[in-house]
Antibody, heavy 120, light 111 residues
Framework: QEQLVESGGGLVKPGGSLRLSCAAS????????MAWIRQAPGKGLETVSY????????DYAESVKGRFTISRDNAKRSLFLQMNSLRDDDTAVYFC?????????????WGRGALVTVSS | QSVLTQPPSVSGAPGQRVTISCIGS?????????VHWYQQLPGTAPRLLIY???NRPSGVPARFSGSKSGTSASLAITGLQAEDEADYYC???????????FGGGTKLTVL
């Protein structure tokens, strides 16, 4: 069964750091682009970052550039998001998602999400 | 302000047909980038409903259909059911932003 499971969310003070992990199972993880997509409370969806299967292509939303780092370990079938210098407006549920479409990116497999709360 | 504009809410009675619009521009939908649609039930992750403008992934009922024309796209739901009550998001790519973009979301209420 194809599955993504996030972990590592929690409460952190402004300026602090957190590392999210996403464990993949049931599919050929290394062949897919993967993304982190977040949703602030009561708000819409925002793509935070994405990474190619071989990790040679990476991009970030302007709002997190220089603060967040995406990475992956294909041997361990895992995706990561290192979040530094966290701000109040980073508070959101962070979803790990698989990019499935061959043309314009689309996300067909999602994790349940990890809640990140940035508050003093 | 989202790059893709959706109505904040739509509603319909069981059995009726509703449509949700997604209005973009010449830097995204009008630039021939595909549009995808997601359904998000309360407290759950989004689910891919329509991909590449008109296609349904396996398991998505035929009651859901997508279309695209010019700088806009639409999601239609026929035979509305109580279980369809959810938030719906459109998504595409914007070449000016060089980024994947989502609509602001539409809350569907089944009366």
């Amino acid at each position: 069964q194809e599955q993504l499971v996030e972990s590592g969310g929690g409460l952190v003070k402004p300026g602090g750091s957190l590392r999210l992990s996403c464990a993949a199972s049931g599919f050929s993880f290394s062949t897919y682009y993967m993304a982190w997509i977040r949703q602030a409370p009561g708000k819409g969806l925002e793509t935070v970052s994405y990474i190619s299967g071989s990790a040679d292509t990476i991009d970030y939303a302007e709002s997190v550039k220089g603060r967040f780092t995406i990475s992956r370990d294909n041997a361990k079938r895992s995706l990561f998001l290192q979040m530094n210098s966290l701000r109040d407006d980073d508070t959101a549920v962070y979803f790990c998602a698989r990019d499935w479409c061959s043309s314009t990116s689309c996300y067909d497999l999602w994790g349940r999400g990890a809640l990140v709360t940035v508050s003093s | 302000q989202s790059v893709l504009t959706q109505p904040p809410s739509v509603s319909g009675a069981p059995g009726q047909r509703v449509t949700i619009s997604c209005i973009g521009s010449n830097s995204n939908i009008g630039a021939r980038y595909d549009v995808h649609w997601y359904q998000q039930l309360p407290g759950t992750a989004p689910r891919l409903l329509i991909y590449d403008n008109i296609n349904r992934p396996s398991g998505v009922p035929a009651r859901f259909s997508g279309s695209k024309s010019g700088t806009s796209a639409s999601l239609a739901i026929t035979g509305l059911q109580a279980e369809d009550e959810a938030d719906y998001y459109c998504q595409s790519y914007d070449r000016s932003l060089s980024d994947v973009v989502f609509g602001g979301g539409t809350k569907l209420t089944v009366l």
